[in-house]
């Protein structure tokens, strides 16, 4: 885990920690472990969806992390995971509403902005070509000021979605042993420290 933490405070190698989530948290020792799930939310949350679905290592780890959610969800009813926390379930509904609102709208305002686009190539062939009328280019001109405005539009209406709370970077902190897992090891007469419980080093 500690590891981990370091590449993601360097913010290097993200591909590295989720590989080294994914081992820890199909073993034994990592099955419950809710800060490393955190942390491969977190992770897998630096992504663009588009991006995770083209990789399959990403999708493996998005499907992973899905899966122990899901198991996790059985200890909170009326619950839903927004992030890394879990909220009452009426205000996750509000929350994925707007989400689903701004999205749509970006959707549409995107459609609009690839027709712009067409529109500007056809017309800037004809410029290219030596051909354009004086009505082709002030139209070209008139879309491409357009489509400024939709590329400001978009970027305002993405703002206004919703963001899931992850980990932020001073959430991530290396993890000290369990101390009271180790003593109880030792007093089994195991001092190996072998599978040894962890917890954030700040209690986070």
């Known amino acids: 885990i500690n590891r981990v933490v370091t590449l993601l405070q360097m913010r290097e190698n993200k591909g590295e920690a989720i590989l080294l989530l994914i081992d820890h948290l199909n073993s ?7 800060y490393a799930l955190n942390l491969l939310g977190t992770t897998l949350a630096r992504y ?10 990403l999708a493996d780890a998005k499907a992973k992390y899905n899966q122990l959610v899901k198991k996790l969800g059985a200890n909170h009813p009326g619950e839903r995971r927004w992030g890394a926390r879990w909220i009452g379930i009426n205000e996750w509904d509000a929350r994925d509403k707007e989400r689903r609102i701004q999205n749509n709208k970006i959707e549409d305002l995107e459609i609009a ?6 529109r500007i190539g056809n017309f800037q062939k004809l410029v290219d070509s030596g051909n354009a009328s004086a009505k ?24 206004k ?10 959430q991530i902190v290396p993890v000290l042993p369990d101390v009271t897992a180790v003593n109880a090891r030792t007093r089994d007469g195991n001092s190996s420290g072998a599978g040894a419980a962890t917890q954030p080093a700040t209690g986070a």
């Open 48 to 57: 663009p969806d588009d991006v995770i679905k083209q990789d399959k290592t």
């Open 113 to 118: 902005l690839t027709r712009v686009r067409v």
């Open 28 to 34: 034994d020792a990592g099955a419950d472990d809710s």
């Open 161 to 170: 979605i919703p963001p899931e709370e992850w980990l932020t970077p001073e």
């Open 136 to 159: 082709v280019r002030s139209l070209l001109a008139a879309d491409r000021g357009e489509e400024q405005v939709l590329l400001t539009a978009i970027q305002t209406e993405r703002a």
